[in-house]
């Protein structure tokens, strides 16, 4: 399987709960509406908290501002993926699911990409 990896930072209009709120009650349903055509087979939503405790991790270390989110897609396979977006339904999908990201990520700032898991603790 592989995985499509997308790093989110919100809207700089809205606020940490905001987004988060939108991402779970607006958009995972949109995704979920299309998870067949496009052949996703898991999407998971990874919120980060905002908790003292990230705080006390990242002054261990430099590094840039956390992301407010990360957003996790399985296929099969990329053909599977490729299949399923290349379809004037899955075509329509993407746009749709896209335009509903614009209404909450700050998509310049939301670095995405393909993956392979590689297990080192299960």
């Not at 405790?53 to 897609?73: I, K, M, N, Q, W």
Request: charged content about 25%.
């Amino acid at each position: 399987m592989i995985k499509l990896v997308y790093c989110l930072r919100r809207l700089p209009t809205l606020s940490r709960e905001e987004f988060q709120r939108y991402w779970r009650e607006n958009h995972a349903p949109l995704v979920k509406k299309h998870s067949q055509t496009l052949r996703i087979r898991r999407y998971v939503q990874v919120h980060t908290t905002g908790s003292q405790v990230t705080e006390v991790v990242r002054a261990s270390r430099p590094g840039p501002e956390p992301y407010d989110g990360v957003a996790e897609l399985w296929y099969v396979s990329a053909e599977e993926m490729i299949a399923g977006a290349t379809t004037p339904e899955g075509r329509q999908a993407s746009r749709e699911l896209l335009e509903d990201e614009k209404r909450f990520i700050n998509i310049s700032q939301s670095p995405i990409w393909i993956a392979t898991e590689n297990p080192v603790v299960e």
